[in-house]
């Protein structure tokens, strides 16, 4: 098996030194490059073959929400974690609707932040405990699709829901259901759609409010 293969960004080097130090303590990955702020880490997320990015919010030059959107919006799919000392409401609806895939706090305790590291190079929605009430936030207050959308969904598309509800990354539905990452996209726009929510995320947290699984 490879080893997961992984970018930091983070504008302070004692800290990239530190979550490098605790990343290799795991066999199974390995930090493939390093990045200051959130320009460089659009350019090299482009040149490198990487399996999960953890990034900064704050930081000069471009912040990691800026950053965050323009990799999904030049079609980096590679799963983005935010890693960062800001625990605001604002930031962390921002970050999951830009499509991160996963929110830490810095200050978690070092094992609990490499538990919560590889379970997002699995390809799981990863959250710190304390904020996940401003998820399941995010799909209330009338934004939530009505509880008989699901009528309107195919049976490809309910798979994926059931699938996203599972925390599952576009290359592990694909490889589930024996079909390309790109259909995984194409299935992934259009129940959005019907469900009139935002991102995966809001997805998965709704269709497991609504028991599917």
């Given amino acids: 098996m490879s080893q997961t293969r992984i970018l930091i960004v983070d504008d302070h080097p ?7 130090q605790l990343v290799e303590m795991d066999p199974d990955m390995v930090i493939a490059g390093e990045a200051s702020n959130g320009a460089e880490a659009v350019d090299v997320a482009g040149s490198l073959d990487l399996d999960l990015i953890l990034m900064d919010l704050n930081m000069a030059k471009m912040d990691g929400l800026e950053a965050l959107r323009q990799m999904r919006s030049n079609g ?6 935010m890693l960062t000392v800001s625990d605001a409401d604002d930031d962390v609806v921002a970050a999951l609707r830009a499509g991160a895939d996963g929110y830490l706090l810095k200050d978690m305790e070092p094992e609990d ?4 590291i590889k379970e997002a190079a699995e390809g799981k929605l990863v959250i710190s405990p304390q904020l996940a009430a401003i998820l ?56 959005l759609k019907k469900l009139g929510l935002r991102s995966r995320v809001e997805a998965a947290v709704w269709a497991v409010n609504q028991g599917v699984s």
């Fill in 76 to 81: 980096i799919d590679t799963r983005i974690v």
């Fill in 136 to 191: 399941a936030g995010i799909v209330s207050g009338g934004r939530a699709a009505p509880a008989d959308a699901l009528s309107a969904l195919t049976s490809r598309e309910l798979d994926i829901l059931r699938a996203l509800a599972r925390g599952m990354s576009n290359k592990m539905i694909a490889r589930r259901l024996d079909i390309t990452e790109g259909t995984v996209k194409v299935h992934v726009k259009n129940l």
């Fill in 113 to 116: 932040l490499l538990a919560r």
């Fill in 14 to 20: 004692l800290f990239r030194r530190g979550v490098r």
